[in-house]
């Protein structure tokens, strides 16, 4: 079944993309095979020039910004800041973590339906390394709520985030594979005092098995370091080991 690779260009490392841009990594990304690039809000040194200049490259815009704020108002800015710049880079989709999602923040999924009713941008939420928006408990309560609320909610799963709050991504495969929409493929390693991302292939978690609990036809991004003297050749071979790893 086809489905699409991208790199999620935060991959190349904050040092690499601020010497090159997001422009100069997607073109990389492109000529490695990749079908399509993920932007990332948090690396854009100017988001007036840069946006523009990367549309056709890209399908999906990262705001690094939660939908709830502290306190568990619903962040309506934060919202149109990323669906304005998913739309400025020609991306369909925008990525973002519920944030500090809440018991009182159940009554403002309905002012979040609304704003995602004047778009065409489809939200992804994504499990992310905290434990108020990266927990399988708390992302099982806001989808419920969600639900409830008349919204239809798809899911970005990251395949490593989990590994930073003591989460089986495994478990949390089986529980929200249905909802998923988009899957940050990152492996995790175990250093002595805290996780660190690594290639798929390099995991110490039962990728394989998570991926089979995921869907096989929605888009896969990479989203751990690529590096190397060859950043062409390198970045070829982990979107061909994508590939393999779903074939």
Not at 92 to 98: D, E, H, V
């Amino acid at each position: 079944m086809a489905f699409e690779v991208l790199i999620s260009l935060s991959s190349f490392g904050a040092a690499e993309v601020g010497r090159h841009g997001q422009l100069w990594c997607s073109q990389l990304s492109r000529a490695a095979g990749a079908d399509s690039v993920e932007v990332r809000g948090e690396m854009l040194r100017d988001a007036d020039a840069e946006l523009p200049a990367l549309q056709g490259l890209a399908s999906v815009y990262s705001s690094p910004e939660g939908l709830w704020a502290e306190g568990g108002m619903l962040d309506g800015a934060a919202l149109q800041r990323g669906l304005d710049a998913a739309v400025r880079v020609g991306a369909g989709r925008l990525k973002m973590a519920i944030g500090d999602f809440q018991a009182l923040s159940h009554a403002s999924l309905a002012g979040l339906k609304a704003a995602l009713a004047e778009t065409r941008v489809e939200l992804l939420i994504e499990n992310d390394q905290t434990v108020r928006a990266g927990t399988l408990a708390a992302l099982q309560v806001f989808f419920d709520a969600a639900d409830r609320a008349g919204l239809s909610l798809g899911m970005t799963f990251d395949m490593g985030n989990w590994h930073w709050l003591g989460e089986c991504p495994l478990q949390a495969a089986q529980v929200l594979g249905h909802r998923v929409r988009y899957v940050h493929c990152k492996g995790a390693q175990r250093l002595p005092h805290k996780w660190v991302a690594v290639p798929l292939g390099d995991s110490v978690a039962p990728w394989r098995a998570v991926l089979r609990a995921l869907p096989a036809d929605v888009p896969h991004a990479i989203e751990y370091p690529l590096v190397g003297d060859d950043l062409l050749a390198v970045t070829r071979a982990q979107i061909d080991f994508i590939r393999a790893a779903r074939a």
